[in-house]
């Protein structure tokens, strides 16, 4: 059975940063791409990032681009989201998601619980 | 403003039909890419509804089914339940320079 499990999520002070982890089991986590997709209060999934397989490609939406970094471990099963220069609009629950793909992101047949993240003075 | 349109909200009587439209553009739908459905309830992970366009994912009752035409997409539901009442979500790929994967608004389905 596919898991995912994040965590780091919490309160942070505009301008902070924060790292997100997912921990992944019961598939071959470096044969698929995975996406971070988030949801603000009140609002709709918004996709935030995603990278290959291999770790060798990714992308960004413009909304974090330049602020947000997302990584994995394959050896430790784990995808990274590093949030930097955090904003009042980044607040959010964030998802991490499973790619049904290697490369490039196409859809997403599992997902974690998500773990929310404020940013608040 | 998501890329991809929805009706913010939908509702029916159990055992109705309705329907969700997602409609797109010439960089995402229009461009011949494919359309997925979620279907995501309140402090729940989203789940995955329907996949490249029409196909249900093992254990995803046939009440649920999904078509593409055009710039646009449906989500079609019948024999409502009282369980379907969620928010639902249609995601395809995006040409453009904005990012690859766009989600519709989202659709908050009331079940009278």
């Known amino acids: 059975e596919v898991q995912l499990v994040e965590s780091g999520g919490g309160l942070v002070q505009p301008g902070g940063s924060l790292r997100l982890s997912c921990a992944a089991s019961g598939f071959t986590f470096s044969s698929y791409a995975m996406s971070w997709v988030r949801q603000a209060p009140g609002k709709g999934l918004e996709w935030v990032s995603d990278m290959s397989g291999s770790g060798g490609g990714s992308h960004y939406a413009d909304s974090v681009k330049g602020r947000f970094t997302i990584s994995r471990d394959n050896s430790k099963n784990t995808l990274y989201l590093q949030m930097n220069s955090l904003r009042a609009e980044d607040t959010a629950v964030y998802y991490c998601a499973k790619d049904q793909q290697l490369v490039n992101p196409y859809y997403f047949d599992s997902w974690g619980q998500g773990t929310l993240v404020t940013v608040s003075s | 403003q998501s890329v991809l349109t929805q009706p913010p909200s939908v509702s029916g009587a159990p055992g109705q039909r309705v329907t969700i439209s997602c409609t797109g553009n010439n960089s995402n739908i229009g461009a011949g890419y494919d359309v997925h459905w979620y279907q995501h309830l309140p402090g729940k992970a989203p789940k995955l509804l329907i996949y490249v366009n029409s196909n249900r994912p093992s254990g995803v009752p046939d009440r649920f089914s999904g078509s593409k035409s055009g710039t646009s997409a449906s989500l079609a539901i019948t024999g409502l339940q009282t369980e379907d009442e969620a928010d639902y979500y249609c995601?395809?790929?995006?040409?453009?320079?904005?990012?690859?994967?766009?989600f519709g608004g989202g659709t908050k389905l009331t079940v009278l």
């Open positions: 995601q395809s790929y995006d040409s453009s320079l904005s990012g690859p994967v766009v």
